[in-house]
Each structure stands twice: as structure tokens, then as C-alpha cells.
């Protein structure tokens, strides 16, 4: 605060110096020499700048030619891959359909649809390469397909033949083609011979195609990829080439059109030359202009082959001659507007270039934004190492799915070696388990957790980089635990009984028995093959439960009574009827359910009241209706309760498991799936059941099922609609 009232108070310290100053600048500036000092300094200054303006347009020319250069290249390489890729699609057709038909190729082309997607392409065919005693039998083969005129030619003995035996489109220039031997011809067959022995693509040198027909001639090539039997490359095995045909002319400008801007260019197969030796110019589609001294040659590889683009610039001399408008400008203006206008014009020069660096900017966020989106999406855990000057693997990047499966932040491990992330891994795996070391090998990893997962790992590498993925398996190897249970459980409840039946069956062959340990022997084998009988019947039910996954449920409207009245009649003995209370109710309680499938568990929770009861302890099964969330207002409640030994929580818990019995003896019939049947069935249906139960006070089961208006037409009886379930489709 003291210094501003400082600063502020008038007559101080500071404020004669402020006047003092001001009068010596002004005295100085009315100087005889002074203004002649200043015009001269603003002259040369004004040339400095006119220097600096001048040499920064030319470099803004030259930055402009070579990223027209850049986006030409690129173009030119990108059209070629995808000519290659089109190719190799033909290919994985034939890997495909190694008799692969004329007509079959036709729609290929004709969904690949070259003319429209492809522009600058003459034809898209295959060679076959043919033996001497190939020949004549594949020369009528092709006539009787309707092409009576066909023969491989050029005439004479060879040692091999190639023919062109389809060609799409097959018709005007491309006819002149057909049954064409192109490994008659030198620079044809360099290329389709490289092609063969290493399997890639590779592109001709400079020929006139066959199908040039002495009008507009053009240069061309000739793109081929290698075609084996089996599919593997192994020269020795070769079918034939696919190819596609390019007249020089017609594909550049497909490629780029007519709008080159301030640029030319000529492309040189192999070495620059001279410009007569090239086969493309661009002069030839674009008015000629004068040449700038820009020039710029760069390499391109073709498809095994590389060319040599030469570019020169066509705007060097409008930025050249820029300082004329400059110089008319400092002869009519004060040096003020003049040093203001170079400062404009560099300005709006610098404006155009940061404008072109924001479009690039965004151009390059926007492929950072998909791949952010393909590894951020994913499921797999992805880690990416990169190769350094040390010849060292460090991690640089992860995605998010990897984070959540590790439980980490991706600036944890960035920057590590590979050898310290492969550690950092092995501290998460289970005590005493081996984590497998990072390695090109697919592995299975355990982690401790929490959660405990498992994880499927597997490796992918690069000229310079390395690529490890993580799918979490959890899922899958808790699914392949609980097979290997079901079936180990499945084989130990068979073995128990059947090894009864087959002792037992042994002991009867015994002429010598007596009687009386016949009788009980023969009682043991069929109480064993009854119970055998009843684990194999429940068994099917819950691979047909599982197989069926709720398809096979045919719903139909009925009364819940009737249900509940055919599951205890087909359940029961005569002596065991005085056992059930029924109390189902006057009137009837309708749902949508499949009547055989419901039955089935009804009589399954009956059962097991009964068997787990002992005579003559009552079993109850009641009927009532409960209102509620249901779809049509209600629930149908079905209850059965029995006087038996009952369960603790812990095993009412575990009671719907497969293969969980209460009573581990033995003693009472059963494999421990009828439970796991009836919930299957019921929560299928889109009911639900509980289990209410305490040791030695019984048990009560009680089945939720939702109600149902009642049907406009009288409904079937449950015995008609199981027979009609029971017939064949």
C-alpha cells in the first residue's frame, strides 16, 4: 500500500526524472542527422524483413510441396495394398473352394465390384498353370463351358503352360486376353516366378497388356499372388496365379484424379532417370507448366518391386517473386505501414500454417480416439511392450480392461522391463502356484485375487513391439470344474449299487445256493436295479432339463388341482394313501404351465416328504391362491409338508445342489436330484420355491406358480395333455 501512495504522490522522487527524460528524446529526434539515421535504419529493416518474408514464403512453398508429396505417396501405396488385398481375397476363395467354378469366381468379382470400389483396375483374373499333357484336355475342357474359339497361346513347346482361364469383366478389351500364356513373356514371368517362390504378391515391370487394342495405348503392369493346392505355400505345389491387370494411365487417375495442384510428378520403375524413361508422368493428365526447382525423389515398394516417384514443384516462382508486390507497396507507403503489412502478412501466413497443424492435430486424435475406443472396449487385458535402443522390451501401454483384471493403474507398470512386469506378475498368483513366465507360449494363469480369477494369456510380436492379451477364462474353467464334479459325483452314485447288482448276480450262478440266500440275493439285485433304474431316469430328466434349456416346455392353461391330484396318484401305493391329506381347494386355480414337466416335480417333492417320513407319519399337500405381484393378480401357493427328519440351514442351503442328499446312509432311496429337478422345472415356468425345515420337525416345500384368468374353452384333462406331450413329432 505504500508504494502505490508512493508512485501516485505528485512532486516525488520520480516525477521531474519522467519530464527530464521525455525532453531529451524529443530534443535527440529534432536532430538535422536524426530523421535521415531513422529512414535509413527503417530502409534496412524494412529489407531484413522483406529477406525474412521472402525466404519464408519459400519455405511455406516448399513445406506445402512436400506434404502434397506425402499425401500422394500415401494415396499410391494405399490404392496398391488394396489391390493386394483384394487379391488375397481371391485367394483365402480358392484356400476355400479348391474346385472353385467360373461362375463362383464371377460373383467374386461382381461382389468385390472392382469398376466401382477399385477405380483404375483393367481386370481382375486367374492363371492356371498347366503341365504339356495338360494342355489339350484343358483346351476342351474350357470349349465345352461355351467358348468354342479357346486355346492357350501363343502356339509352340514349352517346358510349362499358363493360361488366363478367368478374367472378370470378360468382355471388350478384356477378351483379347483369355487363354493368354503370360510366362511367355520375360517380364510376365519374372514376376509370376517370384510370386511362386515366396509366396507374396509381386507386381510386373512395364509391359503393353494384351488387351490393348491400338487405340489410346497405355503402359501397364501386372499385379499376381501365388496360388497352391492345400493352401500352404509350397512352390513346388502351385495351382495358378490370381492376378489383376493395370493400364498406368487409367489407375492414376483413379487413384488421384486430375487435381494435382502446383505438382508434378513421374514414376520410374526402379532407379530415377531421365524423364523420358519414366513410365507415368503426370504432365500427361495436367496442362504442362514451368518447373519451379522443386524437386524431390522418394522410393516406393510395390508388391516386391520399387518404384521411384519423382515430384517437382509448381508454386516456387509465385512465392519467388513476392517481394515485387512488397517493393510497389514501400515505394507508395510510409515504412510504418510497410514493416506493419510484412508483419500482417506473416501473420496470416503463420494463421494458415497452425490451421493446417490443427486439422493434422485432429486427423491424428481421431485414430488415437479409435484405438482408445477399440482397447477401452475390450474385454481383454492388453499389454504392449515396445522394443528400445538397449534392445530392451518396455511396457508402454496398457488398456483399461487390464486394470480392472489386475486390480492396478496403468502408471504402475509403465516403463518397466518386461522381466519386472513378468515379476510384478508372478507376486499375484496363488500361493504356491507357478506363474508361467511371459513367453510366446500360451499359458493359463491363476490369480489370487480377490477376485480369483483365470486368465488365458497369449503373445503376438512385431518387428518392434510385443502384444500380450489376457482373456479371463473364470467363467469357462468354473463351468469345466463343475462337469468334472458332476460326472465324478454321476459315476460314484452308478458304482455303489451296481456293484451290488454284479456281486450279487455272481453269487445266483451258484447251482449249490440254498433257498433262502437265493430269495435275499435276488432281493438285493432288483432293490439295487430299482434304484439304479431311478438315478439313470433322473439323470435323463436333467439332460433333457439342460439340453432343452425351456424349448421343450409346451404351456398350456389348467387347473392346479388337477395337477397336484395326478402327482399323488401316480406317486402312491394303495397303503400309502391314507398318508396324504389333500386340501386342494373348490374351486379351481388355473396357471400357464407344460402339465407333464410340473407333474413330474410335484411328484418329485412328494416322494421325497414320503421317504424321508416314517410310516405313519402324515404328509400334507395344500392348495391356496395369495395375492400379489403376479402377472394376473396373484400366486398359486402349493404346499407340501411332511413330519420327516428334517434339515439344518446349512443343508437347506445346499439342498437344491445335484447329487445332495440330507441323509448321507444310504439307507433311503434316492441320488439327490429330485429337488434339483423341481427347481429346474419350476423357475422354468417362471415360478419359484422355498424350503422351510428344522432337524428332526419336519420339512415344508412350498411352490409359487403366477395365476391365470380362467380359459374361454374348457382345457383338457392332465392325462390327455401328457399322452399328446408324449407323442412323437
Given amino acids: 500500500m505504500d508504494v502505490i501512495e508512493h508512485v501516485a504522490q505528485p512532486g516525488g522522487a520520480d516525477g521531474p526524472a519522467q519530464p527530464e527524460a521525455a525532453g531529451r528524446l524529443e530534443r535527440w529526434l529534432h536532430r538535422p542527422g536524426t530523421a535521415w539515421a531513422i529512414l535509413v535504419g527503417s530502409l534496412i529493416a524494412t529489407a531484413l524483413a522483406w529477406q525474412a518474408a521472402r525466404h519464408f514464403a519459400i519455405d511455406e512453398a516448399r513445406q506445402r510441396f512436400e506434404r502434397r508429396t506425402d499425401d500422394i505417396q500415401t494415396r499410391i501405396e494405399g490404392r496398391m495394398a488394396s489391390y493386394e488385398a483384394m487379391l488375397r481375397g481371391g485367394v483365402a476363395l480358392f484356400a476355400a473352394q ?16 472392382p469398376e466401382k470400389r477399385y477405380p483404375g483396375i483393367q481386370g481382375v483374373g486367374v492363371s492356371r498353370l498347366l503341365r504339356p499333357d495338360e494342355v489339350a484336355a484343358h483346351e476342351d475342357a474350357v470349349r465345352a463351358e461355351g467358348y468354342p474359339k479357346y486355346a492357350v497361346r501363343p502356339p509352340g513347346p514349352r517346358a510349362a503352360y499358363t493360361s488366363i482361364v478367368y478374367l472378370e469383366p470378360l468382355l471388350a478389351r478384356n477378351l483379347r486376353a483369355f487363354g493368354f500364356d503370360m510366362m511367355s513373356e520375360p517380364t510376365r514371368r519374372e514376376a509370376m516366378l517370384r510370386a511362386r517362390d515366396t509366396g507374396h504378391a509381386a507386381v510386373s515391370g512395364t509391359v503393353t497388356l494384351v488387351q490393348e487394342d491400338g487405340k489410346d495405348v497405355q503402359k501397364g503392369f501386372l499385379l499376381y499372388l501365388p496360388v497352391y493346392k492345400g493352401g500352404a505355400v509350397d512352390p513346388p505345389r502351385l495351382w495358378g496365379w490370381v492376378y489383376a491387370a493395370f493400364r498406368v494411365r487409367d489407375l492414376m487417375t483413379g487413384i488421384l484424379g486430375n487435381d494435382l495442384g502446383h505438382i508434378a510428378f513421374r514414376i520410374h520403375d526402379g532407379d530415377a532417370g531421365v524423364p523420358g524413361d519414366a513410365f507415368f508422368s503426370s504432365e500427361a493428365m495436367t496442362s504442362p507448366r514451368r518447373g519451379s526447382g522443386f524437386t524431390l525423389q522418394r522410393p516406393v515398394e510395390v508388391a516386391g518391386r520399387r518404384w521411384t516417384v519423382v515430384y517437382e514443384g509448381k508454386d516456387f516462382e509465385a512465392a519467388a517473386v513476392a517481394w515485387q508486390s512488397n517493393l510497389v507497396a514501400a515505394c507508395g507507403l510510409v515504412i510504418d505501414f510497410l514493416l506493419y503489412l510484412s508483419i500482417l502478412t506473416m501473420s496470416r501466413r503463420k494463421r494458415q500454417v ?52 489386475f486390480g492396478l493403474r496403468p502408471e504402475d507398470l509403465l516403463g518397466l522391463t518386461e522381466q519386472a512386469v513378468a515379476e510384478w506378475l508372478a507376486g499375484l498368483a496363488h500361493e504356491g502356484d507357478e506363474m508361467p513366465p511371459l513367453g510366446p507360449d500360451s499359458a493359463r494363469l491363476s490369480l489370487a485375487g480377490p477376485p480369483a480369477r483365470v486368465l488365458k494369456r497369449g503373445m503376438r510380436e512385431g518387428e518392434r513391439h510385443r502384444v500380450y492379451y489376457f482373456h479371463d477364462v473364470t467363467h469357462e474353467s468354473e463351468v469345466e470344474l463343475l462337469k468334472n464334479e458332476f460326472l465324478s459325483t454321476a459315476a460314484h452314485e452308478l458304482r455303489t449299487p451296481l456293484a451290488s447288482v454284479y456281486g450279487f448276480a455272481e453269487l445266483l450262478q451258484n447251482e449249490n445256493l440254498d433257498p433262502a440266500r437265493r430269495r435275499r440275493a435276488a432281493s438285493i439285485v432288483y432293490r439295487q436295479a430299482r434304484v439304479l433304474k431311478h ?35 401316480s406317486l402312491l401305493k394303495p397303503e400309502e394313501m391314507s398318508r396324504v391329506h389333500l386340501a ?122 403366477p395365476l391365470r384368468e380362467a380359459p374361454e374353452e374348457p382345457p383338457p384333462a392332465v392325462a390327455e395333455v401328457a399322452d399328446a406331450a408324449a407323442q412323437p413329432a
Fill in 98 to 113: 479348391p474346385d472353385l467354378s467360373r461362375d463362383a469366381w464371377q460373383r467374386y468379382v461382381r461382389q468385390v465390384e
Fill in 354 to 405: 497452425e490451421r493446417e497443424v490443427d486439422v493434422r492435430t485432429a486427423e491424428a486424435r481421431s485414430r488415437m480416439a479409435w484405438l482408445t475406443a477399440v482397447t477401452g472396449l475390450s474385454p481383454d487385458g492388453v499389454l504392449v511392450f515396445e522394443r528400445g535402443p538397449d534392445d530392451r522390451h518396455r511396457l508402454v501401454f496398457t488398456n483399461p480392461a487390464l486394470s480392472r483384471l
Fill in 535 to 569: 438315478l439313470v431316469d433322473e439323470l435323463l430328466d436333467l439332460s433333457r432339463l439342460d439340453a432343452g434349456k425351456g424349448r421343450d416346455f409346451v404351456n398350456v392353461r389348467i387347473d392346479l388341482r388337477q395337477l397336484a391330484e395326478g402327482a399323488a396318484e
Fill in 584 to 705: 386342494l381347494g373348490a374351486y379351481p386355480t388355473w396357471v400357464d404351465v407344460d402339465p407333464t414337466k410340473l407333474q413330474q416335480g410335484i411328484a418329485n417333492l412328494l416322494s421325497n416328504a414320503l421317504k424321508y417320513s416314517r410310516a405313519p407319519a402324515p404328509v400334507s399337500l395344500t392348495l391356496t391362491a395369495s395375492p400379489g405381484n403376479g402377472h394376473d393378480g396373484g400366486w398359486a401357493v402349493l404346499r407340501i409338508v411332511d413330519a420327516g427328519i428334517g434339515m439344518t440351514p446349512e443343508q437347506c442351503a445346499r439342498a437344491f445342489e445335484r447329487f445332495y442328499r440330507a441323509d448321507p446312509s444310504g439307507h433311503i432311496l434316492g441320488a439327490g436330484l429330485g429337488l434339483s429337478i423341481a427347481k429346474e422345472v419350476i423357475d422354468r415356468q417362471g415360478g419359484r420355491i422355498e424350503l422351510r425345515s428344522m432337524p428332526g420337525a419336519g420339512t415344508q416345500a412350498t411352490l409359487w406358480l
